[in-house]
């Protein structure tokens, strides 16, 4: 599966069994592993995206301090 252009920070499965997964490309990718492609490319953050959580209804996301 391609599409982050740097290095992958964190990987979670969220409550869909979608993978997640966050960068140092700021971005955050949800893919479908049965399929092998992406579902989502998720921006916002303004620096690397060093965590991922998924949680009930979602997934946080952050970086370290």
Known sequence: MKGHTRGIEDLVMDEEGRLVSSS?????????????IEVASLRGHLTSVYGLEAVEGGIWSGKNN
């Open 24 to 36: 140092s490309d700021l971005s955050i990718r949800l893919w479908n592993t049965e399929r092998g």
